[in-house]
Nanobody, 127 residues
Framework: QVHLGESGGGLAQAGGSLRLSCAAS????????MGWFRQAPGKEREFVAG????????DYADSVRDRFIISKDAHKNVMFLQMDNLKPEDAAVYYC????????????????????WGQGIQVTVSS
């Protein structure tokens, strides 16, 4: 059974940093693409960043490019999202997600591409 668990959320000031982690279990050690999504109150869930487990492929939403960095520890099955220069509009519940893929997903920003989801973790940014 696949389980994804997020950690590292909390409160940060605008301009500050947070690092999110997503620990995965029940996945094979290869053949997956994992992503971070976020959902603010009253808004749709949106893609933030994604990473291939078996290649160097990384994808970012334009809104976070150059501020957020996605990375992985494939040996420990953990994905990270380093969030720097946080803005109030980054505040949301952040979710990690996983899908079977060798390389990049055909539609990494589409929530329907991911069958596995974590419970989500709150990120709050004070201005």
């Amino acid at each position: 059974q696949v389980h994804l668990g997020e950690s590292g959320g909390g409160l940060a000031q605008a301009g500050g940093s947070l690092r999110l982690s997503c620990a995965a279990s029940g996945l094979a050690f290869s053949g997956y693409y994992m992503g971070w999504f976020r959902q603010a109150p009253g808004k749709e869930r949106e893609f933030v960043a994604g990473i291939s487990w078996v290649s160097t492929v990384k994808d970012y939403a334009d809104s976070v490019r150059d501020r957020f960095i996605i990375s992985k520890d494939a040996h420990k099955n953990v994905m990270f999202l380093q969030m720097d220069n946080l803005k109030p509009e980054d505040a949301a519940v952040y979710y990690c997600a996983a899908a079977t893929a060798w390389g990049r997903l055909a539609a990494p920003s589409d929530v329907k591409s991911y069958p596995y989801w974590g419970q989500g973790i709150q990120v709050t940014v004070s201005s």
